[in-house]
């Protein structure tokens, strides 16, 4: 009798499609202007059909196991996610010195910083479960820069979300023509490294524009506030917020289902 249970909710489970659930992730590899770089793609290999895509771009640490838990986490809400690499295969530290130095070298030129992300993007576009028609990209700390690059770049991009990422205020000709995608940032109202002046310049800017944004900023909460390792690098601007963390997650889980549509 107890076997004959066990058989009827084998079959139960097997009926719903959900006995073999599960995150697929890989690595792809790909160039850009003769540099070697991997990312990493994950999705959910139950998700019937086209899902919308997301990117994901690293903090200034480069691609390393915190942003690929962010693209698993995104896999797992039916989307399929590329965490791509902003610095060349295997580059990732866990040295301010050497990160300061990798995204500079990345940030100095604007045209290479937008040529490098559109790369990334041009790879999750490739993969053949994504909805190409429903894109949107999240980026931390550097990867938030570089998520509105992207968007003032005129990126096919539904959305962008920044976490804790530096404000940066489109150009007369991006805020009025080239911007597509919806902008939303999540920010520290502690962070050190976006001074006030800053963010009132930054305010100004998407106001004089035509862009549809939001700004949501989280009391006490300092830079690098959704890595749970913020607090063991030795660095009084960072700190773990589990409130803000939660809560700008919610809000990009918000903005994707406004942007993106409910159906995944």
């Not at 919308?52 to 986490?73: F, T």
């Not at 063991?232 to 903005?255: E, I």
Request: proline fraction near 3%; include cysteine.
């Amino acid at each position: 009798m107890k076997s004959k249970f066990f058989l009827i909710l084998l079959l139960l489970i097997l009926s719903t499609g959900t006995a073999f659930a599960k995150v697929v992730s890989q690595s792809i590899a790909y160039t850009e202007d003769g540099v070697s770089l991997e990312g990493y793609l994950a999705y959910d290999d139950t998700v019937s059909g086209k899902a919308p895509g997301i990117l994901v771009v690293h903090e200034w640490w480069g691609l390393n196991d915190y942003v690929r838990s962010r693209a698993e986490q995104l896999a797992r809400m039916g989307y399929v996610a590329f965490a791509l690499d902003m610095y060349g295969k295997g580059k990732s530290t866990e040295h301010p010195d050497q990160a300061a130095a990798w995204m500079k070298a990345i940030n100095a030129n604007m045209d290479q910083w937008l040529k490098r992300a559109m790369a990334g993007l041009d790879v999750l576009k490739k993969q053949p479960r994504v909805d190409t028609r429903r894109m949107a990209a999240i980026g931390y700390c550097f990867g938030g820069a570089t998520v509105q690059v992207l968007a003032y770049g005129g990126a096919d991009l539904k959305g962008v979300v920044s976490f804790h990422g530096s404000l940066i205020p489109p150009s007369a000709e991006q805020a009025g023509r080239t911007t597509q995608a919806k902008i939303l940032i999540c920010h520290g109202a502690q962070d050190p490294m976006n001074t006030p002046e800053a963010m009132t310049a930054y305010v100004n800017a998407m106001n004089a524009s035509t862009i549809d944004w939001q700004l949501i900023v989280y009391g006490g909460a300092r830079h690098s506030f959704t890595n749970p390792d913020a607090d063991k690098r030795s660095m009084a601007a960072l700190a773990y917020s589990p409130s803000a963390d939660r809560r700008s997650w919610q809000q990009m889980t918000n903005f994707f289902n406004e942007v993106l549509g409910d159906e995944k």
